[in-house]
């Protein structure tokens, strides 16, 4: 307890810089791979790609962020046994953020393509196995988190592909594809909107009491839906057959349809990547926030700070503008092989089941989801070629970074005590 | 700090393998448009040019080459693609025999100083105008395979139109076998008049430009796989 009192501002303060640390190379490093798609697609251009993940970054962190905070902040992690000595279960968060953010570095100056996810969940649970037990896991959450990241891709996966289909059959194989392109795009727009708001609405937003019944909830996202659409409707309205370029590609005009629609999945994109991703980085601070300010209540019944998600918004943002939109641009000159009526679908469904992810407090891996997004369409054939080798180098870096986040989380966990006592 | 991405997805997309195989396809239909102008240089008895335009055959081969490569190289089992993989490659190799077929005709005129007889002539001229046209038709089977992605090999539309190729190339092959056979007795009927040797050779000779409409069939049966269900 005189630990907490003692030091309160100074372990208060370090959980923000690690916090800060880490969202900071979730904005630089992670981020990329969610936009990636829109810009490699010539759908947005780098610019517009900051603006669109700055406002939807902070929108998805603010507005749908809070579930996955709070799994990672008290829902891996039983602290009951600590109780008495609420100093470990600080400590043990401030090491598993600076764990999973060190690991990150290396792992991203060595080009090796690890979850952010994963490597804040293999340090907690590192930690709380040294710091206070292996009967501290949850290991029944552990592992409910270990399938969806299992099932989350599949589902991205399959969502992907019955759009990939319905665009075939509504647009593609018709007799005049533009116009049909034309006249359903606004309904794929709309479903952009309403899927997005629906899932992040239902039941409201407690953190910011809102408190909307299901009934509620589906009017508003229904109305967002249609506010979408309507400024979908006025970026694809003035599309004409480029007979020029149609006779290279006949579906040339088709696809600048779509361009604009990746608009919004990029939109999607960044505020489900917000209502996910960023919890890596806030959840440890919540905890330690929580804990210290209660003076030593391990169970950290209190609510979340909104100034903690807004903090957490605010690192992914500074990430992007430092040092991601290089990392974007690298990203989006090397996937150009997905045409903007691909990326739509891929993107959708990957935003819809991210979000869903969010809404179930679920912490799911965004670039994951988009690979089995893609490979959805893959399955669809509609894409030239896809690697199948990636699929098993995301299940070797699973393997490598559970065990390396936890080894060192407890490594920094021994150092900290060590230091405070 | 260097900038490494560590991005799966750039590792997922490959580079489209339809793209070389047009672009082979290309280059291949290139090689075959000099054949009428080796021809005519021949006729006119010009050697230069005929070295010329053989040369030229030579380096579209060589081009077709070298994208025949690039493609196999980026061809790994680990792919998932919209068609069978070993259906591609040899999709790729029966192009590639096209630019062969070009080639071994050239070069028999560079080794060989021959002379055109003139009741040969109207066949040989009707034999290359009809290989241009099947193997125009080939290219232009080809030039649909990124629409076929696009609508990922179903669907009515798109596959109808590549079916109607697909089977004025099977009719254009059909009529080449009886040009063929035409310009075969035609030479039969002057063989006696000729020198033995060059007699081998013309059969030879018209053999090979024969080869090229029999290859171009085989890659509209390559095709029409991709398209079975």
Redesign the interface.
């Known amino acids: 307890m005189e630990i907490l009192t003692a030091y309160g501002t100074i372990l208060i303060t370090l959980a923000i810089i690690f916090g800060l640390y880490m969202t900071w190379g979730i904005g630089a490093n992670d981020l990329a791979n969610a936009m990636g798609t829109s810009v490699g697609a010539g759908a947005i251009t780098i610019k517009q790609a900051i603006c669109i993940a700055i406002i939807f970054e902070f929108l998805g962190a603010v507005l749908a962020g809070g579930q996955v905070t709070s799994t990672i902040r008290k829902g891996i992690i039983d602290p009951t046994g600590i109780a008495g000595n609420p100093e470990i279960l600080v400590y043990g968060m401030l090491a598993s953020l600076l764990a999973a953010a060190f690991w990150l570095m290396i792992a991203s100056t060595k080009g090796w393509p690890v979850s952010t996810t994963h490597s804040i969940i293999g340090a907690l649970i590192g930690f709380a196995v040294v710091g206070i037990g292996p009967d501290a896991v949850k290991w029944e959450k552990v592992s409910s988190v270990v399938a969806s990241w299992v099932v989350s891709p599949a589902i991205g996966g399959a969502i992907s592909f019955l759009l990939v289909m319905s665009t075939r059959k509504l647009i593609l194989d018709t007799d005049n594809p533009l116009k049909n392109a034309k006249r359903y795009a606004p309904l794929y727009i709309f479903l952009v909107g309403f899927i997005i708001s629906l899932v992040t609405l239902f039941k409201g937003l407690s953190h910011l009491n809102i408190e909307l019944s299901a009934g509620q909830s589906f009017t508003c996202a229904i109305f967002v839906g249609f506010l979408t659409s309507a400024i979908g409707w006025f970026f694809v309205r003035n599309i004409q057959e480029n007979p020029s370029e149609n006779r290279e590609f006949h579906y040339a005009s088709v696809e600048k349809v779509f361009s604009p629609m990746m608009l919004f999945t990029a939109c999607a994109m960044a505020f489900a990547h917000g209502s996910n991703d960023v919890a890596n980085g806030i959840g440890p601070l919540a905890a330690v926030v929580s804990i210290v300010s209660s003076g030593g209540e391990v169970m950290q019944t209190s609510a979340l700070p909104l100034w903690i998600l807004i903090l957490g918004g605010g690192g992914i943002v500074l990430g992007l503008i430092t040092l991601g939109y290089k990392v974007m641009l690298t990203v989006g000159k090397r996937i150009t092989e997905l045409t903007p009526s691909r990326g739509f679908c891929a993107e959708l469904a990957a935003a819809t089941t991210v979000v869903l992810a969010s809404k179930t407090g679920l912490p799911v891996s965004t670039t994951h989801i988009l690979v089995g997004s893609v490979l959805g369409v893959g399955l669809a054939r509609g894409i030239g070629a896809l690697d199948l080798r990636v699929v098993g180098n995301i299940i070797v870096s699973w393997l490598i970074t559970l065990p390396a986040g936890a080894i060192m989380a407890m490594f920094f966990f021994f150092t900290l005590k060590g230091i405070f006592g | 700090?260097?900038?490494?991405?560590?991005?799966?997805?750039?590792?997922?997309?490959?580079?489209?393998?339809?793209?070389p195989i047009q672009e082979h396809m290309r280059v291949t239909f290139n090689c075959i448009c000099t054949l009428p102008q080796l021809f005519e240089a021949l006729f006119e008895q010009e050697r230069e040019k005929v070295l010329e335009y053989s040369e030229q055959i030579r380096q579209l081969e060589t081009d077709a080459d070298s994208i025949k490569n690039t493609f196999r190289l980026n061809m790994?089992n680990?792919?998932?693609?919209?068609?069978d993989r070993k259906d591609l490659l040899s999709l790729m190799a029966d192009q590639d025999r096209l630019t062969d077929i070009c080639e071994e005709i050239g070069k028999i005129f560079t080794y060989r100083d021959m002379e055109v007889p003139q009741e040969l002539k109207p066949f040989l001229d009707e034999l290359l105008e009809g290989t241009i046209e099947v193997s125009g038709e080939a290219r232009k089977m080809i030039e649909e395979l990124?629409?076929l992605?696009?609508?990922?090999?179903?669907?009515?539309?798109?596959l109808e139109k590549v079916s109607n190729i697909i089977s004025g190339v099977r009719k254009s092959e059909h009529n080449i076998d009886t040009i063929i056979k035409r310009t075969r007795e035609a030479l039969f009927a002057i063989e006696a008049e000729l020198k033995p040797v060059d007699v081998m050779f013309w059969y030879k000779i018209i053999g090979l430009v024969g080869n090229i409409s029999d290859q171009t069939e085989n890659i509209a049966d390559r095709l029409s796989l991709f398209l079975s269900k």
């Not at chain 2, 900038?3 to 793209?19: A, C, E, Q, V």
């Open positions: 700090m260097p900038i490494r991405t560590t991005s799966p997805l750039s590792r997922l997309l490959r580079k489209s393998p339809f793209k790994p680990t792919l998932l693609l919209p068609v990124d629409e992605v696009e609508v990922g090999f179903v669907g009515g539309r798109e």
